[in-house]
């Protein structure tokens, strides 16, 4: 076995016992489950297009396929989405913290979207699922002017070494949140500080309260059934 063999399967361990201590103390540390026959990582309209407004950021580009592969090995762990923030764990040579902060849409410019989308939403399970219009969905997902965030409106911190804008680790992180917009696509309305009913036509607001009950997760559906597409390779 050569040294540089050994230095990795010495590094593999000490980051499994990391896990086990910090497990241990009580988190989770689960890791994000990606597609591995799949070309694409993320299967719905709202993930695609996050993963897709992540490859117009042409400065990065160098950086965003070992984020890629980071992500399909299982080394992004409790990765969390709330107003403004991502976090998550990520394992590399060590366990490294990485929290991603994204400016809120300004309100102006979420009254834009809304304006546009009127009469467009005809349910919240339409809205989730990217059942919309040609028009609103060209809306919804501008580069400049949609929902997705641009890097100006990013920070990165990442607790490894690499003093680059956007590291390996970070860059995984970004790529998880489109696989976890698949079956949580209202955490990007979540994230973006911006509540996603606004979108909908006064006739259907009404009927979003059941779903806003539950705080609209898809993760117990079928989503095949759901989307009307199959998921399978």
């Keep these: 076995m050569s040294w540089d063999q050994e230095e990795v399967n010495e590094s593999r361990e000490r980051v499994q016992r990391e896990i086990a201590k910090r497990r241990a103390r009580g988190e989770p ?103 919309l219009g040609d028009g609103l969905l060209q809306i919804v997902s501008d580069p400049e002017t949609g929902l997705f965030p641009r890097p100006a409106e990013i920070r990165f911190d990442c607790s490894c070494p690499d003093h680059a804008d956007l590291c390996k680790h970070a860059s995984a992180v970004l790529y998880g949140v489109g696989v976890l917009l698949d079956t949580r696509p209202e955490l990007l309305f979540t994230l973006r500080g911006v509540d996603q009913t606004d979108l909908l036509s006064s006739a259907s607001a009404s009927s979003a309260a059941s779903l806003n009950q539950n705080n609209g997760e898809l993760k117990d559906t079928d989503l095949s059934a759901l989307f009307g597409i199959d998921l399978a390779e």
């Design 29 to 131: 540390l689960l890791a994000l489950e990606a597609p591995q026959k799949s070309r694409k990582l993320s299967q719905t309209f709202w993930g695609q297009a996050w993963c897709q407004n992540l490859e117009t950021w042409s400065h990065y580009e160098a950086r965003l396929p070992r984020g890629r592969s980071y992500l399909r090995q299982g080394q992004v762990l409790d990765l969390t989405l709330e107003p403004g923030t991502v976090s998550a764990v990520v394992s590399g040579g060590e366990l490294y913290d990485t929290l991603i902060h994204i400016r809120p849409l300004e309100p102006a410019h979420w009254q834009d979207i809304v304006q546009a989308s009127q009469g467009q939403v005809n349910s919240l399970l339409d809205l989730l699922t990217g059942k």
